[in-house]
Each structure stands twice: as C-alpha cells, then as structure tokens.
C-alpha cells in the first residue's frame, strides 16, 4: 500500500517538475516581434475599411480587376446594404 502511495507521489512530482521546467524555458525564450499590433474598435476597423475602399487602384497594378474598381466609392459591404435598402423602397 506504501509503495503505491510512494510511487503516485514520485510521478505527480515528475509532473510538476516537467510543468515547472517548461515555465521557465517560456519565461527565458525571447518573443519576436514581426511588425506593429494596434489594437482597433470596430469603428476603427470600418473607418480602415472606408479610407482603404476609397484609395484609387493604380492603373498597372496587377490587383486591378476591371476599371470598375479604380471608380469604387464604396465598400462592398455599403453596397449590399444600399440594394437592400432600395429593395425595401421598392416594396413600399
């Protein structure tokens, strides 16, 4: 009975020591740092979305679907929300 006791406690002490042990190897490994974070609202991310939407496709650009985009005034997402809401005019 001693010697199952004994042999729980060694092996949750190995646990703990396998969990210390890489507490430690997280706390001395540096962290890299890829680029600048900011962290946004959601009206920071549509007033992103708006001014990226806005700005004019240069003509050589290999993005460049078709010319309807260097004339896009607004964001896909204005768009669906302007034919609904016509739809709805329409209804009425």
Do not use: F, W
């Amino acid at each position: 009975m001693q010697y199952n006791q004994s042999a729980l406690l060694l092996d949750e002490n190995r646990i703990l020591l396998e969990q210390n042990n890489e507490k430690i190897c997280r706390q001395s490994s540096r962290s890299t740092v890829v680029g600048n974070a900011k962290v946004m609202s959601y009206d920071d991310i549509i007033k992103a979305q708006r001014k990226h939407d806005l700005k004019p496709v240069k003509p050589g650009s290999i993005h460049q679907k078709s010319s309807k985009t260097v004339d896009r005034l607004l964001s896909k997402s204005e768009k669906k929300m302007q034919s609904r809401i016509h739809k709805i005019y329409k209804a009425i």
